[in-house]
């Protein structure tokens, strides 16, 4: 079945420090694909659409030069928390939808990445 | 602005119990349907999803939801839980337009007791 990646699951930053997160689709190709934020006890919300090729579409009130996004390839989006802040701290959901497999046309979601800044 | 309401932010129950979840959203266009699961420590997965036709929807592990659309809802239920349905459940939305962009509801916490 579809399936999803991020690296890392976890990463403890000082303040200040920016932060990478990787998404990757393991076995399908992905020209879009989604971040989510969840905070604790709170939905997911989404915050960018990454798109291969071509910049980030941001949902409003996301800053775009805080998280930075690039897509460079067909399976791999990365998001890079600038100089991270304590109220950066969450946790940080890709999703990417994919034609295929049992569901059909569907999103499959990573594992998630727990950020936290110090 | 469009919004997914979950009328329940926590739920308890006993095995072999059912469940019912409520999920409404506001949106007067076309949209699509989906309930997500999240068991402790691992990532969403899908539960079932409304596209169009049969408003009665069946997922994996026994769930089922139903779309009705005049009440905007599409509830979530499980005749007979298990332990192992312990979990987050979240109802999301999309709009017809842009089927990859989800909007969540806040979330429901199951336990489901011996």
């Known amino acids: 079945g579809a399936v999803v990646s991020q690296h890392p699951s976890r990463v403890i930053c000082k303040s200040g420090t920016s932060v990478k997160i990787e998404c990757r689709s393991l076995d399908f190709q992905a020209t879009t694909m989604f971040w989510y934020r969840q905070f604790p006890k709170q939905s997911l919300m989404l915050m960018a659409t990454s798109n291969e090729g071509s910049k980030a579409t941001y949902e409003q009130g996301v800053e775009k030069d805080k998280f930075l996004i690039n897509h460079a390839s067909l399976t791999l989006s990365t998001l890079t928390v600038t100089s991270a802040h304590p109220e950066d701290s969450s946790f940080y959901i890709c999703?990417?939808?994919?034609?295929?497999?049992?569901?059909?046309?569907?999103?499959?979601f990573g594992p998630g990445t727990r950020l936290t800044v110090l | 602005a469009q919004s997914v309401s979950q009328h329940n932010h926590h739920v308890i129950l006993s095995e072999a119990a059912s469940l019912e979840l409520g999920c409404n959203y506001s949106y007067g266009g076309t949209v699509n349907l989906f309930w997500y699961v999240q068991y402790p420590g691992q990532h969403l997965q899908l539960l079932l999803k409304y596209f169009s036709g049969d408003p009665l929807v069946k997922g994996i592990k026994g769930f089922e939801a139903e779309f009705i659309k005049s009440k905007f809802s599409f509830n979530l239920r499980k005749p007979s839980v298990q332990w192992s349905d312990t979990a987050e459940y979240f109802c999301?939305?999309?709009?017809?337009?842009?089927?990859?962009?989800?909007?969540f509801g806040a979330g429901t916490q199951v336990v489901v007791t011996p």
């Open positions: 999703s990417a939808p994919t034609s295929g497999g049992y569901w059909g046309n569907t999103q499959y």
């Open positions: 999301a939305v999309n709009l017809g337009d842009s089927w990859g962009k989800l909007q």
